[in-house]
């Protein structure tokens, strides 16, 4: 059964920092996957997504790196700014089309 | 504008009155599908639908049901709701089901409906 981490839960960074969030799961059989960003109470956006072939996904300050073999992901935020607070999932697609989603991690820039 | 569509957003309801929460998309997606978000626990998927007429279960498909009569819907029936039901969910769609199509094909999702029974 797929499982998807995200550690930690929580971080809280200065605004104008350069950070990684991580992502980890256990299948390397996957078709893509995912990064999304939730704000409080709100649904899911779709930030970049990742074909099980490539390497990583670029737009605009984020960067997002695939490496399937070591069941890792990463998502990088440049010049980070305080509208980027929210919390950040990763999701994984599997064979049989199934998405396991990671808890999140929440995301505070502070000003 | 292309989306998913929930509706309520907010639905407060009584334990054993049933109700629905419909989603509609208007992209022409093959795969839709629910979740339900709890703190602490993330978001579980309950049902999906590979295409019309073919629903399969999630990882908490107990005490929900689901129908795909036509591509663009896909209602979330609650027969007899329970406290424990209450939650955030949500329900996405994309282009491609499976195999190689879904490489690419990104989830949307739709903003939610909060459900409290009481």
């Known amino acids: 059964k797929q499982e998807v981490t995200q550690i930690p839960a929580a971080l809280s960074v200065p605004e104008g920092e350069n950070l990684v969030l991580n992502c980890s799961f256990t299948d390397s059989a996957i078709y893509n996957l995912q990064w999304f960003r939730q704000d409080p109470g709100k649904g899911l956006t779709s930030l970049l997504l990742?074909?099980?072939?490539?390497r990583e996904q670029t737009s605009g300050r984020l960067n997002a790196s695939l490496d399937k073999s070591s069941g890792r992901s990463t998502l990088y935020i440049a010049a980070s700014q305080p509208g980027d607070s929210a919390t950040y999932l990763c999701a994984v697609r599997g064979p049989n089309s199934k998405l396991t989603f990671g808890k999140g991690i929440t995301l505070s820039v502070r000003p | 504008e292309a989306q998913v569509t929930q509706n309520p957003r907010y639905l407060i309801t009584v334990t054993g009155k049933k109700l629905t929460v419909t989603c509609s998309q208007n992209m022409n997606h093959e795969y839709m599908s629910w979740y339900r978000q709890d703190p602490g626990l993330g978001l579980r998927q309950i049902y999906y639908s590979m295409n019309v007429e073919v629903t399969d279960k999630g990882d908490v498909p107990e005490g929900y049901k689901v129908s795909r009569k036509e591509k663009r819907n896909f209602p979330l029936i609650l027969e007899s709701p329970s406290p424990n039901q209450t939650s955030l969910y949500f329900c996405?769609?994309?282009?491609?089901?499976?195999?190689?199509?879904?490489?690419?094909?990104?989830?949307?999702f739709g903003n939610g409906t909060r459900l409290t029974v009481t």
């Open positions: 990742i074909q099980s072939s490539q």
């Open positions: 996405a769609s994309s282009a491609q089901a499976g195999g190689t199509g879904s490489y690419n094909s990104p989830l949307h």
